[in-house]
């Protein structure tokens, strides 16, 4: 089990009640999804992954599963930083306008089970 731990959520210029709609949002969006693409890093190479992945309630944490003879496990080894993104997208021509993704970026660490 890895975890990672992101960076504040902050929105620029926003109201007080604003950010506190955009974290609504994004509970709701992470509470829904079960998958996300992991972004890893290779020496120069950047890799995506799909990962389920589970929240915490106050969006500091991310936690998904990889077995430790994976690749992405070596890079994450090899280099912590990572970012996840998830998004709503349902592969309609909709997504175009009412799609969202929201991008965590933070170091992953190891967990015990």
Not at 10 to 29: G, H, M, R
């Amino acid at each position: 089990m890895t975890k990672i731990i992101s960076k504040k959520i902050l929105a620029k210029n926003s109201t007080l009640k604003e950010t506190a709609q955009i974290l609504n949002t994004i509970q709701e969006l992470l509470s829904f999804q079960k998958l996300a693409v992991l972004g890893t890093q290779d020496g120069c190479q950047p890799w995506g992954s799909l990962v389920a992945f589970v929240s915490t309630p106050d969006l500091k944490h991310l936690t998904f599963a990889t077995p430790r003879s994976t690749r992405k496990y070596d890079y994450l080894a090899r280099n912590s930083s990572v970012s996840m993104v998830i998004d709503n997208r349902e592969n309609l021509a909709r997504d175009f306008y009412q799609a969202m993704a929201v991008t965590a970026i933070g170091q992953a660490t190891e967990i015990e089970p």
